[in-house]
């Protein structure tokens, strides 16, 4: 088993930066996990943000945030972060981690275990 706790959310003007953390322990998580970010708005499905393999440090990016935001990870502390930078209104939406031992996807279904999520609201 995997836990996932994220942290990092607020309230923040468009144009703005935030950055998320999830932190990750249990027995069985290794440097063989995959671990990304996706986002939920009220009424829409939950949507890929972006993931990070975290042998090799690999990333790949939603269209929708390349060039705003950064996934990264911190080996010592089983952490991965996302740095959220020229924030949009359209950015709103509760964010969550999530992880998986085997996949390497960019869909919901392909991630076992997934965080509580954290709200991120831009204001316009």
């Known amino acids: 088993q995997v836990q996932l706790v994220e942290s990092g959310g607020g309230l923040v003007q468009a144009g703005g930066s935030l950055r998320l953390s999830c932190a990750a322990s249990?027995?069985?998580?290794?440097?063989?996990?995959?671990m990304a970010w996706f986002r939920q708005a009220p009424g829409k499905e939950r949507e890929f943000v972006a993931r990070?393999?975290?042998?090799?440090?690999?990333?790949y990016y939603a269209e929708s945030v390349k060039g705003r935001f950064t996934i990264s990870r911190d080996n010592a502390k089983n952490t991965v972060y996302l740095q959220m930078n020229s924030l949009k209104p359209e950015d709103t939406a509760v964010y969550y981690c999530?992880?998986?031992?085997?996949?390497?996807?960019?869909?919901?279904?392909?991630?076992?275990?997934w965080g509580q999520g954290t709200q991120v609201t831009v204001s316009s």
């Open positions: 999530a992880a998986d031992r085997y996949r390497v996807g960019s869909m919901a279904v392909e991630y076992d275990y």
């Open positions: 249990g027995r069985t998580f290794s440097s063989t996990y995959t």
């Open positions: 990070i393999i975290w042998s090799t440090g690999i990333r």
